[in-house]
């Protein structure tokens, strides 16, 4: 690959006939990304774009409107949102009864004084068998029809770049194959292993830094097979708040290299590395700056859905190729391959109520606010 493109450097002027060379290569980058912590979309424009798509049920004068996922609410059946006329709970409430409060609809299932109660202790009344949820269907379908409404949310980030060359000339090159060495191969690994190792420092680093932070783990007595059991445990809780506050799974856990070996030394890490019982891939930080467990969830639903905590956005032509250049050697004025990497990196939208454009790279703004990653520090 090297020598082909370094040969088309010094016979053609016309970039064409190495762009097989240079997709390759470009795939070659791409293939190294840490894929199973961040969404890639590639992108050919000067700006990477992530969209976030939210669900409204609106009340039917337009004043009111609330997120149709993340809980049990109801509104396209029985009882529409906030036009179903129905009063609040009371104190002296009988079995049949239906009341509202917090956007659930109630029905008493035992007859008791349900006024003035939290959220937390109505649902906790339904797990108790006092009350239920009422999700039921309608069963006139002249009602009028619930309205709803479609939001995008846009987040932008402008494409950067890594440049990295190879002093890989045509006297190297010859040079390392009279010693039966591959001097191509060598030079494309060192390119695409360089770039890719310092994309992944960015995309690991970015991640930390959107992710929510939960509270310390102290594992410093126990020994290192319940250190990797306990710390399971703790991913497992971690994924649910994500599943719950957001209704996707847990899909991974990065981990710092001593965090990591806790885990392995459970014997519940399998040779795909997922950890048994549960969806979690584990991956290890190999440079990480402390001992730390990260939970999140990356989701692929089609080729424009997905979810993650940030996004990897590289820069390509219509034909997928990078950029690959020629330059020149100053000490002995030899032609050298050198690689630009142009890429984005986006945070996924926070399913806040945002309003316009959001600066998809404003890491101070965004830190500690991602729902798909919550970070634990851990003390061994």
Known sequence: MIEQLLAESNTSANIENGRPTLVGLTRKINDKIFKDICGIQPTSQPRATVYGVRYQMVSQDGSETRETLGSHRTSTGKYPFKDHGLPVGSDSM??????????????????????????????????????????????????????????????QSDIKSRRVKSPTTWELLHDMQGNNIDGSSAAEDLLATSISDEVNSDIIM??????????????????????????????????????????FPATFALASPKVASAIRASGQVGSSDIIDGTNLKLVTDGKAIGEYMLVGSKLEFDALDTVAPIHYSPYVEADNAGTYLIATDSENLQPVPALISRYAITSSPDFSDVDGVQNG?????????????????VNL
Request: glycine share 8%; hydrophobic share 35%; no cysteine.
């Open 361 to 377: 790279e404003d890491w101070e703004k965004l830190a500690n606010n991602s729902p798909l990653a919550t970070l634990v520090t």
């Open 206 to 247: 970015k991640t930390i830094t959107v992710a929510k932070k939960g509270t310390p783990i102290d594992l410093s007595n126990g020994e290192l097979y319940q250190q990797g059991r306990t710390l399971i445990a703790r991913a497992l809780e971690l994924g649910a708040d994500i599943q719950r506050n957001t209704t």
């Open 94 to 155: 009988t079995v049949g009864e239906h009341f509202s409060e917090f956007d659930y609809v109630f029905g008493v299932v035992v007859d008791g004084d349900y006024l003035g109660l939290t959220e937390s202790e109505l649902l906790g009344k339904v797990l108790s068998g006092d009350l239920r949820l009422v999700t039921d269907a309608d069963d006139d379908d002249t009602s009028d029809v619930q309205s709803s409404r479609f939001i995008m949310d846009r987040w």
